[in-house]
């Protein structure tokens, strides 16, 4: 059975979550207090409701006991945000993701039940700081202390080799898990072999330590 998803908070974070997965085809349940933030994400959603949601008995009403997946991305209002948090867990979402706005904030959602903990604008910083200072890295996700995933530009040193020429492992203990070929961003190899060719224009989604990507940096 398909996941339903609700996303708590339509801000600049919940609502791009809520339209991304709306746009991939998902359920999406979106809610705000704000009737403004409703309005602008009628389009973006399967429902958008006005409601607050540290009201349990108004959560009850909107069956979220249903719902497979919730993200809890209410900004500043810590209280709110944990409060929401609680009661999501309570009725018994099997998946919650909650922003938090710093480490404390983010220890408590912990300990109250969230599966995961973002901090968006940490994140943000952490990307274009890596897009600052490494030319080629168009993104990154950090997905583990030590480990990250990372979008990098194929350079001229990789053009027309095979990822079994490179051997990109060894040399740099990355792995190559995707390759997004040319200006077709929605042609994507996933799990490529060792005879992928790499052509100029192409994507690679690479993983490894956060100190081998660097090196790596989409040279050999």
């Given at each position: 059975m398909?996941?339903?998803?609700?996303?708590?908070?339509?801000?600049?974070?919940?609502?791009?979550?809520?339209k991304t997965l709306y746009e991939m085809g998902k359920n999406v349940l979106a809610i705000d207090e704000d009737y403004e933030k409703v309005s602008a994400m009628m389009d973006f959603s399967t429902h958008c409701v006005q409601a607050d949601a540290s009201d349990p008995e108004v959560l009850k009403s909107l069956g979220l006991?249903?719902?497979?997946?919730?993200?809890?991305?209410?900004?500043?209002?810590?209280?709110?945000?944990?409060?929401?948090?609680?009661?999501?867990?309570?009725?018994?979402?099997?998946y919650i993701v909650a922003k938090a706005i710093n480490d404390v904030h983010g220890k408590i959602l912990q300990r109250i039940g969230a599966d995961r903990v973002v901090f968006p604008e940490r994140s943000m910083g952490v990307r274009v700081a890596h897009n600052l200072v490494y030319s080629?890295?168009?993104?990154?996700?950090?997905?583990?202390?030590?480990?990250?995933?990372?979008?990098?530009?194929?350079?001229?040193?990789?053009?027309?080799?095979?990822?079994?020429?490179?051997?990109?492992?060894?040399?740099?203990?990355?792995?190559?898990?995707?390759?997004?070929?040319?200006d077709d961003k929605s042609n994507i190899i996933l799990s490529p072999g060792a005879d992928s060719v790499i052509h100029e224009g192409d994507l690679l989604i690479a993983i490894g330590k956060e100190s081998s990507l660097k090196g790596f940096n989409g040279d050999v």
């Open positions: 398909e996941k339903q998803y609700v996303v708590i908070g339509l801000g600049r974070f919940g609502s791009s979550i809520a006991r249903n719902y497979d997946v919730a993200v809890i991305a209410i900004g500043n209002d810590i209280e709110s945000n944990v409060m929401t948090t609680m009661l999501v867990k309570d009725l018994g979402i099997k080629n890295i168009l993104d990154a996700i950090d997905i583990s202390p030590e480990y990250s995933i990372m979008e990098v530009a194929a350079s001229e040193p990789l053009i027309g080799k095979t990822l079994g020429d490179l051997n990109l492992r060894a040399k740099h203990k990355v792995n190559i898990i995707a390759i997004k070929k040319g």
